[in-house]
């Protein structure tokens, strides 16, 4: 099959190349490499990539420490079953399906994949794959922060940095709808972007302060960094500053602080794809590439604004 590989951590994406792997025997999935109780296999139709997933250990060592390269990236994936391994509930062969792959595994950069059935949701015949793949890092990360970890509840305020990015955009719908008043951060550029994803008011973080935003109940923040450490002194008493940029490098005085590695759930996709159909969540897609231009997608000469999709078949 063909796939995006890496072998060279220190080249980054620049390192990605287009090959061919072995593909999975889907007519002896229970003797497959790699493939274990529960497992299926995926015809990908369309594939989502982290742009700092190069960084990441998993991308490189199994959970032994061991070298796993060359491997394949990419851990959001939107496609249909081809296989059964024993052990599988829920899930047909000839299924659409998405959802979110094993960070120590091969991904999704490829026309097959092997996941675990529990990590995968039922995608709706109406909800094109690319939509699928874009709604899963985006929509899970956004769905455990704002109320898994943030415990957002409806009348509370929530300050959403990059509310036009990726990530921001749909924890700023997401709030939204659950009855906060979102207040959106980011460039001066993105600030329509934000208004439409959202958020009720902007604060241009290269020109506005921080400071002038008073107290809130929740930041969503997807910087780190300084504009963490600024935004801890916001939240109000009983508040919670949560990130997904690593470890705080402040806390709230009277506040919790929280960060977190986004799980696959299968009931929150269930969740999100059903806003998705009612026309209550959008995702923020840019750039479409097929597989065989995808070194030149992940490589480009500007920064792209929001998702990068892999349509892996057409």
Same mark, same amino acid.
């Given at each position: 099959m063909k796939a995006i590989v890496v072998t060279d951590q220190a080249a980054g994406r620049a390192g990605m190349t287009l090959? !061919?792997?072995?593909? /999975?025997?889907?007519?002896?999935?229970?003797?497959?490499? %790699? *493939?274990?109780?529960?497992?299926?296999?995926?015809?990908?139709?369309?594939?989502?990539?982290?742009?700092? !997933?190069?960084?990441?250990?998993?991308?490189? =060592?199994?959970?032994?420490?061991?070298?796993?390269?060359?491997?394949?990236?990419?851990?959001?994936?939107?496609?249909?079953?081809? &296989?059964?391994?024993?052990? #599988?509930?829920?899930?047909?062969?000839?299924?659409?399906?998405?959802?979110? #792959?094993?960070?120590? +595994?091969?991904?999704?950069?490829?026309?097959?994949?092997?996941? !675990?059935?529990?990590?995968?949701a039922p995608l709706p015949g109406d909800v094109d794959f690319t939509t699928g793949a874009g709604l899963v890092m985006s929509g899970l990360t956004a769905w455990q922060?704002?109320?898994?970890?943030? +415990?957002? +509840? $409806?009348?509370?305020?929530?300050?959403?940095?990059?509310? $036009?990015?990726?990530?921001?955009?749909?924890?700023?719908?997401?709030?939204?709808?659950?009855?906060?008043?979102? =207040? %959106?951060?980011?460039r001066a550029a993105g600030r329509q972007a934000a208004l439409d994803f959202g958020a009720q008011e902007f604060v241009d973080l290269e020109s506005d302060s921080l400071d002038e935003v008073g107290a809130v109940d929740l930041v969503f923040d997807v910087f780190g960094g300084d504009i963490g450490r600024r935004s801890a002194r916001l939240v109000r008493p009983g508040g919670t500053l949560m990130g997904i940029a690593g470890p705080p490098e402040a806390r709230p005085a009277e506040?919790? &602080?929280?960060?977190?590695?986004?799980? /696959?759930?299968?009931?929150? @996709?269930?969740?999100?794809?059903?806003?998705?159909?009612?026309? +209550? @969540?959008?995702?923020? =897609?840019?750039?479409? *590439?097929?597989?065989?231009?995808?070194v030149a997608a992940f490589n480009p000469a500007e920064h792209p604004k929001g998702k990068t999709i892999i349509r892996v078949r057409p």
């Open positions: 090959a !061919e792997r072995p593909g /999975p025997d889907t007519e002896r999935l229970a003797d497959l490499a %790699g *493939a274990n109780y529960g497992d299926v296999v995926v015809e990908v139709h369309a594939s989502g990539f982290t742009w700092d !997933e190069l960084s990441w250990p998993s991308t490189w =060592i199994d959970r032994l420490g061991r070298d796993r390269t060359p491997s394949i990236p990419g851990h959001e994936v939107a496609g249909t079953v081809t &296989a059964l391994s024993y052990g #599988t509930a829920g899930l047909a062969v000839g299924q659409r399906v998405f959802g979110l #792959t094993d960070w120590t +595994r091969d991904g999704t950069l490829a026309e097959y994949v092997v996941v !675990e059935a529990r990590n995968l922060g704002l109320f898994e970890h943030g +415990r957002l +509840r $409806a009348g509370q305020s929530v300050l959403v940095h990059g509310a $036009a990015g990726v990530v921001g955009s749909m924890a700023a719908q997401l709030a939204r709808e659950a009855g906060a008043y979102v =207040i %959106g951060t980011g506040g919790l &602080a929280v960060d977190f590695v986004v799980v /696959p759930n299968r009931v929150q @996709l269930d969740e999100i794809v059903r806003r998705t159909r009612e026309g +209550r @969540l959008r995702t923020n =897609i840019g750039t479409v *590439a097929a597989l065989d231009d995808a």
